[in-house]
């Protein structure tokens, strides 16, 4: 189950729009004289905070206020009880717990689960290194396979090809006949176990055990998953984990301060925990999440187009016009259009402090009547047909100076270009990107063409002027 980008968008789109079996909508925690209230999210709520703000602490109360879990790690030092509430379908419950008494009340409707991979495979590692000969472990196992999404997917977070994941679930080590995993993997035709797996690999492997073994619809409660792991698997990794969580219908609460969780999740989505001076928990802006993690955007702004063809153009404006900008702002497009810009800005084009970055949306030039709230590419249509007719004005004899610096010269490109007569804006782009070298090295190609145009040219510095009009000083 490779996670290609139209179905992560779409995974993104339902975490808190699906309809999931089970909502906590909040967690009352108290110290006998203060009441702090947490709230969750949709599907998955992510615990933020710095080391030592309490994050462990507040999933280890909710684990032990739900399921009677004796926790591994103290309870907050302040606590003397936790009330937790949510629904079930369209029941509501209620689950209570009493530090001073130990005792519980109430109960959460399905299964709770908690996985703290790394803790998890430190222990599993020493129980299977305490046997000699380790393979007598699974000597008249049977094993469990990965199937090919579950293969796939952990192939996925690691960047790395694997023909085979195979599972022995081994008892010998519990009484209660709990299983802990054996793992035998066969990556590019060679095959090794769980003691020649790196340590991220381990634990990457381990948590999507545990998750692929839990109930639908479970609550499941996730120590930071990313242990071990580098930078590129851990925001995978956060992919892969919400589109577990949309497929199955999991209610997830995670600790992480994780840039991959941090940078996907809207607002509401993420808790930011601290114990000093005195207990809070608030949900900001992912902006301001990352800002308080020391994850500084080392960018002033990111700047939206409506179409990758327009992103090209944007990034060739400022290149020919203004190239210290391209150190200050990262451009993106919006794959739905200029609806998503438009939305986009709306929610989150603003500066959250003087140190944050701002999203600003940079529409079409035929989309001018849309006000002052955005930038406009040069020209009064589309870029396509921007490009275009200043392509058909330098046939006709305008700019006799330029001369395109593709392989051939002019009479070359002048032969694709008639070649592409009759074809619509979009597909006589792209045609000529087939021939070219791609619609970026076009869009290259054509962006001085269009800049030697007086109207366009001062539609450019407009462009520019707004954008540095938005930035930091």
Known sequence: MVLRSAQRRKNLGRLTSRTYPLTVTSARLSNGSTTYEVPFAPGLTVVSGGNGAGKTGLLETIAKCLSGRDPVAR?????????????????????????????????????????????????????????????????GLDPVYFDRDQVELLGYVLRRGYEEVRVFEVTSFSDDETPIPYFQVVSKGKSYDLL??????????????????????????????????????????????????????????????????????RQGSVVLVAASPAPSFRS?????????????????????????????????????????????????????????????????????????????????????????????????QAPELVLRGVVDQWRQGRFPEWEPTLAGGPERFGMLLEECDGLDHHDWLAELGKRCGGDGRVVGELVPLCLRDPVLAGHADELVEWIRGRLRR
């Not at 000699?132 to 699974?138: E, G, K, Q, R, T």
């Not at 020391?294 to 153009?313: K, M």
């Open 75 to 139: 309870l907050p030092h302040w606590l003397t009880s936790a009330e937790i509430s949510g629904t079930h379908g369209d029941e509501p419950w209620t689950a209570s717990y009493d530090v001073a008494t130990g005792s519980r009340a109430g109960r959460c409707p399905v299964p709770v689960e908690y996985i703290d991979a790394s803790a998890e495979t430190d222990r599993l590692l020493s129980q299977v290194r305490q046997d000699d000969n380790h393979l007598d472990l699974i000597e």
């Open 284 to 380: 900001p802006g992912p902006v301001e999440v990352a800002t308080h993690l020391g994850l500084r955007p080392s960018r002033d702004a990111v700047l939206l187009t409506e179409d990758r063809v327009a992103e090209f153009v944007l990034r060739e404006v400022l290149a020919r016009t203004a190239p210290d900008l391209l150190h200050r702002v990262s451009t993106r497009f919006a794959p739905d259009g200029e609806s998503a810009v438009v939305r986009s800005v709306a929610q989150f084009g603003r500066s959250v402090d003087a140190d944050g970055f701002v999203v600003l949306g940079v529409l079409d030039g035929d989309r001018r009547e849309a006000g002052p709230g955005h930038g406009y590419l040069p020209g009064a």
């Open 196 to 265: 020649e797996m790196g340590r991220g690999e381990l634990a990457a492997a381990y948590l999507l055990w545990r998750l692929g073994a839990v109930d639908k619809g479970s609550l499941v409660l996730v120590e930071e998953p990313e242990s071990h792991l580098a930078s590129f698997s851990q925001d995978m990794l956060a992919e892969a984990m919400i589109g577990t969580v949309v497929e199955r219908g999991l209610t997830l609460v995670v600790s992480s301060h994780s840039p991959g969780f941090v940078r996907l999740l």
